[in-house]
């Protein structure tokens, strides 16, 4: 299959790697020509240490290279998605499978990646996505990793299954598509609260904790949205938010480390020195939940930390004198 990956970070370039793995004809696209000339040149992204980039993989900066694709890959940050989707949109034919791999909700709208991805397209083309506790590095190094493709067309869904699964990277269907993407932007929130916790010392139960109780706050906010909370306790849900709440690999743990240890959130995101999407889920999560009326002290309690400079211990403590209540909530 003809596949165009746009995104040449390394998730996309991690995906590309996969693909190519599975017999397919991929290109890797960079927004800018420079890194893509850089990329053909060196083999290697800076991001995947020790990872050679095969020969097959073609990479350009050549937009209209989306006019051969027969599937679409989106792998850019959340606030690039719009823009890049825009630029492609002329150049994607008709039919042509489209796969959203970015996590996150857009500033202002609070749309989910694959709503953007339906604006800017506007034509017949069946729109899945693909998330659940994948970093990149060990993608490419082809370690063991289990994700969900989601449709709410099953037949497309078993599709994308199809294409990405190997016998290293093990690929789930869901039709819930909305569920699978509310808790690819929420977990990263979460991620960031459990390295404030680790920064802190606060106590691996204490990070038990907020991770298990915000898994129930996500499955409270998929069901307002009529979301399947389900979806929260498979590896969209439960299993990414392990694998970013607990991984140095994960750049919201790292920043979120920065940030219990007495650095401004500011400062925090500046020292990563690249996008920390739970920062600004943050934002969109609390406005998406006050429109639902969904209840999520822990959520509410990071955004006061990260958007107001709140005492972070100060903040977390406080969520351990709320009224008791019961441990299920649907």
């Not at 017999?23 to 020790?50: F, I, Y």
């Not at 289990?146 to 869904?157: I, L, N, R, S, Y």
């Not at 969520?319 to 209540?325: A, C, H, N, Q």
Request: hydrophobic residues 45%.
């Amino acid at each position: 299959m003809q596949i165009i990956v746009f995104g040449s970070g390394a998730w996309g370039t991690a995906l590309s790697l996969l693909l190519c793995g599975n017999g397919h004809h991929v290109t890797l696209w960079s927004r800018r020509e420079e890194k893509a000339a850089l990329l053909r040149a060196k083999r290697k992204n800076p991001s995947l240490a020790g990872v050679r980039l095969p020969a097959d993989l073609e990479i350009t900066a050549d937009i209209t290279a989306a006019e051969r694709a027969e599937m679409v890959v989106f792998v850019t940050p959340s606030y690039a998605l719009r823009q890049t989707a825009e630029l492609a949109a002329p150049y994607i034919r008709p039919g042509t499978v489209i796969v959203s791999a970015t996590k996150g909700l857009e500033p202002e709208t609070n749309l989910r990646m694959s709503q953007i991805i339906r604006q800017e397209v506007g034509k017949d083309c069946p729109v899945a996505v693909l998330s659940g506790p994948s970093h990149a590095e060990e993608v490419s190094r082809r370690m063991a990793t289990g994700c969900v493709a989601a449709c709410e067309d099953m037949a497309t869904a078993e599709l994308v299954q199809s294409v990405f699964m190997s016998e290293m990277f093990r690929v789930y269907s869901s039709r819930d598509v909305a569920g699978v993407e509310l808790c690819g932007a929420t977990k990263n929130i979460v991620a960031l609260g459990c390295g404030i916790i680790d920064g802190l010392a606060l106590g691996d139960n204490a990070r038990a904790l907020l991770m298990t109780r915000a898994l129930a706050e996500i499955s409270v906010l998929c069901k307002k949205y009529g979301a399947d909370p389900v979806t929260c306790y498979g590896l969209a849900g439960m299993g990414d938010l392990i694998v970013t709440c607990t991984s140095t690999h994960s750049r919201n743990y790292r920043a979120g480390l920065f940030i219990g240890k007495g650095a401004p959130a500011e400062q925090a995101l500046q020292e990563i020195g690249a996008v920390v999407e739970g920062y600004y889920a943050a934002r969109s999560i609390r406005e998406l939940a006050a429109k639902l009326e969904a209840e999520m002290p822990i959520c509410q309690c990071l955004y006061d930390i990260l958007y107001d400079a709140a005492d972070p211990e100060t903040k977390l403590r406080a969520l351990m004198t709320r009224e008791g209540k019961s441990e299920v909530v649907f």
